[in-house]
């Protein structure tokens, strides 16, 4: 079965870090460019991170210099390290193929809030 599953989120403070984890199964994950993305309330989906094949990164500008994305091909898992985390982070984190993308998994909740 070809599945995403996001876990990781939770409520911190504004400047405190969070690492996501998405797990991936039914699929040749190592053969896939992989991406994080966001969606606040009443906001369209963007892209936070995109991880290619070979693990060079493409970050979103909001996001440059504070989170890293990361991918273990043999847990078929995709991370993502937020750091000094602004309360405009706040928002449900996706991971999903950058391109065939997949039905979108339910999402991990990060809220940032003093």
């Known amino acids: 079965q070809v599945q995403l599953v996001e876990s990781g989120g939770g409520l911190v403070q504004p400047g405190g870090s969070l690492r996501l984890s998405c797990a991936a199964s039914?699929?040749?994950?190592?053969?896939?460019?992989m991406a994080w993305y966001r969606q606040a309330p009443g906001k369209q989906r963007e892209m936070v991170a995109i991880i290619r094949t070979d693990s060079n990164t493409t970050y979103a500008d909001s996001v440059k210099g504070r989170f890293t994305i990361s991918r273990d091909n043999a847990k078929n898992t995709v991370y993502l390290q937020m750091n000094s985390l602004k309360p405009e982070d706040t928002a449900v984190y996706y991971c999903?193929?950058?391109?065939?993308?997949?039905?979108w998994g339910q999402g991990t909740q990060v809220t940032v809030s003093s």
């Open positions: 039914g699929f040749s994950f190592r053969d896939y460019f």
């Open positions: 999903n193929r950058l391109k065939y993308q997949l039905p």
